[in-house]
């Protein structure tokens, strides 16, 4: 795992667990890759000089709006205390495929194991002085139809249907159509390949995984008159067809 020093900003692969926050955004048209962050702030460092002699951060770089998301959240995690930072945007080398596919796996355990989450909610305006914070023991007022107790306890998660798992994700929208798949491989508990250009059949493809490891029949429990079904093997295209099956428990 490769986290952000919140002191030095330098980006190191840890070997060992040690605490660290995470940051959860919408991705936007500006943000900073790990090339990106290296050439600003690791540059130094791969040269072997000091880091105070470190070359000037380029501009377009550092003007980024991705920058000042990232670097606001570093300084937020020194302020609470904590060392390390992990943001997908610019921890993970996207230009290798290996390690792309390791991390879109284990991103529901990065997350998990996380000290805090912070979300930058770029849709909600907030008053001047107001703090906008909350835990997941006290989901009082959650706009969310993931179950409370797998809020409050994650190790929970695996004991709810498969039906009503997919149910949770039913008014997720992605920018890209595979990442709805790749995004629910945590709460599945699934390891898939990355195919490009599998689009929508990404969703397909998960929801044979699941078969392959499971005999909960609840993932068949889908709304048949949803359009979004695959007619040649009888699977959702897509977990808003299983909208109305947050109440469907697993038969023990």
């Known amino acids: 795992m490769?986290?952000?020093?919140?002191?030095?900003?330098?980006l190191e692969s840890i070997y060992t667990p040690v605490p660290y926050d995470i940051l959860s955004h919408t991705w936007g048209p500006e943000e900073i890759s790990f090339q990106e962050w290296e050439v600003?702030?690791?540059?130094?460092?791969?040269?072997?000089q000091?880091?105070?002699?470190?070359?000037?951060?380029?501009?377009?770089?550092?003007r980024k709006r991705g920058y000042d998301k990232v670097m606001g959240a570093c300084?937020?995690?020194?302020?609470?205390?904590?060392?390390?930072?992990w943001c997908g945007t610019n921890c993970i080398d996207k230009t290798s495929s290996a390690e792309l596919s390791e991390a879109i796996n284990s991103m529901f355990a990065w997350y998990r194991?996380?000290?805090?989450?912070?979300?930058?909610?770029?849709?909600?305006?907030?008053?001047?002085?107001?703090?906008?914070?909350g835990h997941k023991s006290n989901t009082e007022g959650c706009f969310t139809t993931i179950h409370r107790k797998a809020l409050q306890d994650s190790s929970t998660i695996f004991s709810f249907s498969i039906a009503q798992r997919m149910s949770w994700?039913?008014?997720?929208?992605?920018?890209?159509?595979?990442?709805?798949?790749?995004?629910l491989l945590g709460i599945f508990d699934i390891n898939m390949p990355m195919l490009y250009g599998q689009g929508q059949k990404?969703?397909?493809?998960?929801?044979?995984e699941i078969i392959k490891i499971s005999d909960d029949e609840s993932i068949l429990a889908w709304n048949r008159t949803d359009l979004s079904l695959d007619p040649t093997s009888g699977l959702a295209w897509s977990p808003a067809a299983f909208k109305a099956c947050g109440d469907i428990c697993r038969y023990e």
């Open 2 to 10: 490769r986290l952000i020093n919140t002191k030095t900003f330098l």
């Open 40 to 48: 600003v702030h690791d540059s130094g460092a791969i040269q072997g």
């Open 50 to 62: 000091c880091p105070h002699t470190q070359k000037m951060p380029r501009p377009n770089v550092t």
């Open 75 to 85: 300084q937020q995690a020194a302020r609470d205390g904590i060392q390390y930072l």
């Open 113 to 133: 194991d996380s000290k805090v989450c912070y979300v930058i909610l770029t849709d909600v305006q907030v008053p001047t002085n107001t703090s906008l914070h």
């Open 169 to 183: 994700a039913a008014d997720r929208r992605t920018t890209v159509p595979k990442d709805m798949a790749y995004c």
């Open 202 to 208: 990404a969703f397909l493809k998960l929801q044979e």
